[in-house]
């Protein structure tokens, strides 16, 4: 499927993760990820493990503004070209929802503040 095809089935808004961190701590996998992306339905982690379609994570996420949370999650894409995993999050408590949508909030209003003309002087 396209990056369009994929972005329009997305429900939540994603923001670019500059320094967000992953660590998996499951039984049979465990590792540490960039996260390139987040939003308040899931994230893509970066690490060159590509674990199956359907397998369920527990992650620790850190990122600057939310601290660390624990998310249950699934994984629901490989991107090979980009060494990593789409990861869809499971039920998140209404809290973590909420720091996570502030989070995601702050980076897209960032990003919003510098505008195009401001990247095509650079």
Request: include cysteine; charge should be neutral; charged fraction near 20%.
């Amino acid at each position: 499927m396209s990056a369009k095809g994929i972005e329009d089935r997305r429900i939540s808004r994603r923001a670019d993760i500059p320094s967000g961190q992953a660590f998996c701590c499951n039984d049979l996998h465990m590792g540490y990820y960039d996260v390139k992306d987040l939003s308040t339905g899931g994230a893509f982690l970066s690490s060159g493990k590509m674990h199956p379609i359907g397998t369920s994570l527990d992650l620790v996420l850190s990122a600057p503004g939310l601290g660390v949370v624990e998310i249950t999650c699934e994984v629901v894409r490989q991107d090979r070209a980009r060494q990593g995993i789409g990861i869809q999050f499971h039920t998140l408590d209404p809290f973590t929802h909420a720091r996570v949508g502030q989070v995601v909030s702050a980076h897209l209003s960032r990003c919003s503040d510098i505008g195009p003309d401001a990247l095509s002087s650079l």
